[in-house]
């Protein structure tokens, strides 16, 4: 695989990214009241509370789920909140049943304010990374708490041919963060051979922790089937971009620019 391809195809990613989120973090003032016609798909994830709680009993659900039970809000989708509970799994339910609206409320109106973005809360602490030598190991959570858009790229079974195609994704990802420091990439590979591949090479981009990386390929229900697969997202959790289809390791840059069109996204090529 060519390196300048993967490197060409990764920016045009980003660009397509950073337009996306600019649609998302506007500080137009927003007010929601009893009644209130605001979707809460419109609410900008930046004011999505890091927590909710039931207001009643939810049974329609796998598990039933008690009133006054506290999740953690992975984000908002199609007006619906997904929340995990726990041991009560995740669940898709309708933000009229939580504190959702209120406690968006108390972020819009400066009331209460989040010390850490959502989705960097949830993940910042448990990121690895093999590329530092003898400093190698866990991220720390300072290091990564200033990313604005998440990169996710699911990885299923390892093979030796992947090696190439994974050591030019690395190079690819250097240059990368050297002109978007604020972006992050993270491998979340399903085959713990990927994370021996990493040790043996030095690998530089960031993994999941090894002993979470199942709970959070579930938990975060990306509706990853298929793999090699791309799901960015922006600080707080909000999709911003997931591939319809699995990536081609030999053409990633084709992939790419596929999914972009099938977004009806128009961008300049580098």
Known sequence: MNGSRIQNSLTEVVVFLMLTLS???????????????????QIPS??????????ETIVNVEKEIKADTRGVLLRVEENQLLVDFGRNGVASIDPIVTNFHEEAQKLISGESKKEFPNFSLQLGNKLMTFGRGKRSGPLRFQ????????????LGTYSPELAQPL???????KELKAEWPNIEVVLMPRDRKFYDFGATVGYAVP????HMRIG?????SHGVDTTPALVAVDDNGRILYHSAEPLNWDDLSNSTENLLNELIIPLSKP
Request: net charge negative; hydrophobic share 35%.
């Open 207 to 210: 993994y999941i922790t090894p």
């Open 167 to 173: 050591i030019d994704f690395g190079e690819a990802y």
């Open 23 to 41: 649609l998302f973090s506007g500080d137009e003032a927003l007010s929601i009241s009893s009644g209130s016609t605001v979707q809460s798909e």
């Open 216 to 220: 959070y390929i579930e938990s975060l």
């Open 46 to 55: 930046s004011y999505w509370p890091p927590f909710v709680e039931t207001t």
């Open 143 to 154: 290091e990564v708490v200033g990313t604005k858009i998440y990169i996710l790229l699911y």
